[in-house]
């Protein structure tokens, strides 16, 4: 039974990949399938492939979160896996370092940062660490002895390690290094990092550069400590290595902190064979040690591992131009399943849509909906599923406003990452796989707010509920809005803890409440929610808005309740000077997209992807 579930699923690790999944199920039931594959190491999809498996067997239950039924159970103590005993530490997690309380003040710090910084790009395998793992990882730089003092390389930083650094420094009262170095591609990143490091008291400076390049020769040789998460590919990890070996002093005993994504024993087996042909010998791996904001594939976590190098430690890496992100590498396509229709989907190399955030992006073909199951793998050369209807079924605009996202994932309130593992790559990124957005039409008119009888006709329609500013008291109601938003825009990888939310929510209102709006009867909990946020363009300095949430409960009157919030929303837009608004929309929302429609939005961003042949790039 072991070998045909791992047949099933084209299983790399085989039963003994089966067994760890079984294990984990009779420890921690009930379990979330991202609670499995953290504990497994297995990537999400397959965690999920094998709980579809199990379950097809009457061993898993399907109510979720999962458990063992009794044939399962019973199963598990055949195995002789039925000891439930978990020796991990109850205090660190098994991460070995704990944030103390003196940097509490630093976590919070950097999640304002965070909340301000640039998007996480998808196209090239991103996902921000929590501010947490920032600090852990600051902490691990102090406890190896490689801090304080001396000189710092990041090769990429789209996680602002420069920033957490400096921060930390400024929180105990001083710097904590003489020198940090960003070499990153991204002008955005670099302007971000420097803005903000201006005034913590540590010197950062920044290079633009392609890591798919050497160094510049400047850099050659010139730092203590290196530090890297790169793409999560072989390819990725010798690139970003070899650049953070090219920048340390020569010797040996100088160390580099490397962040990776857990891949299969023999994707491992090539990762390690890179860091040994480098030269360089682990010296620490701490399992789970990084999470991330989302990651769904990896259940967002990655490995960290402190390396050092020796005598034989160089770097014989020139240009490079082959495959790097983890889209590059896919070689075979996955099986996705509706939940909503039950309809049969292809995703990867070859099929309509190359990444799964690229199928949930556009809705099911069949249906418009969601969310999607993954299955088995398959080869290219297998035979398509015959090809379904591409047009979704009219809608009504009211059907299910209760959850309109406005927000995609890369900007999302939550967080909520693209499928793909965390990296911050920043070498040259191909573009980004292609989503059926709407060809744009004509620009509208530009927004008025309504004149004075038609402002009254709208409340008088939206009776009995007003609008006013959020605040503490709606943040129980705010956070069931937001976790519904997150079951629509990302199904089963949703971050959909209501009290998780209202923390979130929370923190950000002690930041600022402005462009936070509630929906409500006088006297009684929100009923709707919106929120806008104002932002700057960090090149141009160009002022912007953008919505980020809006949601209305299920109510008699509920487009128009949806419409008032959306009103009230355009005119704080008005009140503070903003010409532009920008609201994101999971295409398949059909009825947020009508009432963007209403209110005049158009189309503005279509993603352009072409594939040449091979023969004529050589």
């Given amino acids: ?7 099933a699923v084209r299983l790399q690790e085989g039963p003994p990949g089966v067994r760890s999944v079984l294990r984990a199920l009779r420890r921690l039931a009930p379990a979330s399938t991202k609670d499995i594959s953290r504990a497994t190491g297995l990537p999400v999809p397959i965690v999920a492939a094998l709980g579809n498996e199990l379950r097809r067997r009457g061993l898993l239950t399907e109510q979720r979160p999962s458990r063992l039924t009794p044939a399962g159970l019973d199963l598990v103590a055949r195995l002789g896996m039925d000891l439930t005993l978990d020796a991990t530490c109850t205090t660190c997690d098994g991460r070995e370092l704990v944030v103390p309380e003196v940097l509490d003040e630093a976590v919070r710090r950097l999640r304002a940062i965070m909340e301000t910084g640039p ?29 304080p003092g001396g000189s710092l390389l990041l090769i990429g930083d789209d996680d602002l390690i420069s920033l957490a650094v400096a921060v930390v420094g400024d929180v105990l009262g001083g710097p904590i290094v003489e020198r940090v170095t960003v070499v990153d591609i991204s002008p955005e990143i670099l302007a971000y990092v420097q803005k903000v490091s201006a005034g913590l008291g540590t010197r950062v400076e920044t290079v633009e550069h392609d890591l798919r390049r050497p160094l510049p020769a400047d850099l050659h040789g010139g730092f203590d400590v290196a530090m890297t998460d790169p793409p999560y590919t072989p390819e990725g990890a010798r ?23 857990g891949k299969s024993p023999d994707e491992m087996l090539e990762v390690q064979r890179e860091i040994m042909a480098l030269g360089l010998v682990t010296n620490g791996y701490i399992r789970n040690f990084n999470e991330y904001e989302g990651s769904g594939i990896l259940g967002g976590v990655g490995f960290f591992q402190h390396l050092l190098t020796t005598t034989s430690t160089a770097s014989r890496q020139g240009d490079y131009g082959g495959p790097l992100y983890t889209g590059d590498k896919r070689t075979r396509q996955r099986e996705y399943t509706c939940v909503a229709c039950a309809a049969e989907l292809r995703v990867g190399p070859g099929a309509r849509w190359t990444s799964v955030a690229a199928l949930r992006a556009d809705g099911c073909p069949q249906c418009g909906k969601g969310p999607f199951r ?16 591409t047009e979704s079924p009219a809608a009504d605009p009211t059907a299910s406003l209760a959850a309109a996202p406005t927000a995609s994932p890369a900007t999302a309130p939550s967080g909520q990452p693209p499928a793909e593992g965390p990296a911050p790559t920043r070498a040259a990124a191909p573009a980004p796989s292609p989503t059926a957005t709407p060809t744009p039409a004509s620009p509208r008119p530009a927004w008025h707010p309504p004149a004075p ?17 959020a605040d ?4 129980p109601a705010i956070g069931e809005f937001e976790a519904e938003i997150a079951r629509v825009s990302f199904g089963e990888d949703a971050v959909d803890d209501p009290a998780r939310w209202a923390s979130r929510l929370g923190r950000a209102m002690e930041k600022s409440k402005e462009g936070m709006i509630v929906a409500h009867r006088p006297g009684e909990p929100a009923v709707g929610w919106c929120w806008v ?12 808005a953008n919505f980020r949430s809006l949601a209305v409960a299920p109510l008699d009157n509920r487009a128009d309740v949806a419409e008032l919030l959306l009103t009230a929303g355009l005119e704080f837009c008005v009140a503070n000077g903003i010409t532009e608004v920008v609201g994101r929309v999971h295409v398949g929302n059909v009825p947020m997209r009508t009432v963007y429609r209403k209110f005049g939005f158009d189309p503005a961003t279509l993603t352009m992807k072409l594939r040449l042949a091979e023969e004529s790039a050589r």
């Fill in 472 to 475: 503490e008291r709606d943040l």
């Fill in 533 to 544: 946020s104002i932002n700057q363009n960090a090149m141009t300095g160009d002022r912007y």
């Fill in 453 to 469: 009888e038609a402002r009254a006709a709208l409340a008088e329609r939206a009776q009995p509920y007003l609008t006013r500013q």
């Fill in 1 to 7: 039974m072991l070998t045909e579930v791992a047949d």
């Fill in 119 to 147: 998007a996480a790009d998808m196209a090239i395998d991103q996902s921000h660490c929590t501010p947490e793992t920032k600090v852990r990882r600051v902490l691990a730089l102090l406890t190896a002895g490689a801090l």
């Fill in 239 to 261: 690139l970003f290595l070899s650049r953070a070996v090219e920048g340390l002093r020569p010797g040996p005993a100088h160390s580099v902190f490397f962040s990776f994504g």
């Fill in 374 to 389: 993954p299955g088995r793998l398959v080869s290219v050369e297998e035979e398509t599923p015959a090809a379904a209807p």
